[in-house]
């Protein structure tokens, strides 16, 4: 009897300094809780984790497929995580843009064999900017529920987060720190993220 082959899965992580540990005194980030809460050896996880400080959605859409191919292989299962950031309406980019521009990706990365999961965009320190971040979540969300792809709200439970806002105020750069991440990596592990891996959740 033949045994089964092995499942080797990689994981590339896009995002912007989120997906870093920035900010972050015990140097984990939200991926490396994720990473530390992810079985790694049946199966084979490795996770990748890319940021790029103050991207948007255009900055993403011309970097993702290069930054992919140099980590995926014909001989594993390929899987993309883009956490999207809250940069874009600051910068100008309308939310169809934004829209547009994500969608693109997703579906490059399907025709390409690729199974992709959306982190949406967190809240921003300056409450001015959370109406249109709202409008932009939920578009995105929408691109993602039009494809049947998961994605996990990061808005919405964090907006009004006493813990959240907390680290936002004491940051010189306006990003999480310890419970920030905390809180994203309790988003993403119970939003659907062993489903996608097609794996039992833990007790």
């Known amino acids: 009897m033949q045994p089964e082959p092995r499942r080797d899965v990689r994981i590339v992580i896009l995002g912007d300094a989120l997906v870093s540990a920035a900010g972050d005194p015990k140097g984990m980030g939200w991926v490396g809780r994720v990473t530390a809460k992810t079985p790694s050896a ?14 948007t959605t255009t900055m993403l859409a011309e970097r993702w497929a290069t930054e992919v191919q140099k980590r995926f292989s014909a001989d594993t299962e390929n899987r993309l995580v883009i956490a999207l950031s809250n940069a ?28 992709t999961f959306l982190v949406g965009p967190t809240p921003h320190r300056n409450p001015e900017l959370n109406n249109e971040i ?16 998961p994605f996990v709200d990061c808005f919405r439970p964090l907006v009004e987060h006493e813990g959240w806002n907390q680290d936002l105020a004491d940051s010189r750069h306006g990003i999480p720190g310890q419970v920030g991440h905390g809180l994203l990596a309790w988003l993403v592990l119970n939003r659907g993220w062993y489903e996608w891996l097609g794996l039992p959740e833990p007790e």
């Open 42 to 55: 049946e199966p084979r996880i490795d996770i990748f984790a890319l940021p790029a400080p103050d991207e």
């Open 134 to 149: 709202e409008h932009l979540a939920s578009g995105f969300e929408d691109v993602a529920n039009r494809r049947a792809i």
């Open 88 to 115: 874009d309406p600051a910068a100008g980019i309308s939310i169809s843009r934004s829209r547009l521009n994500i969608a693109t990706i997703v579906d490059e990365a399907k025709r390409a064999g690729i199974e």
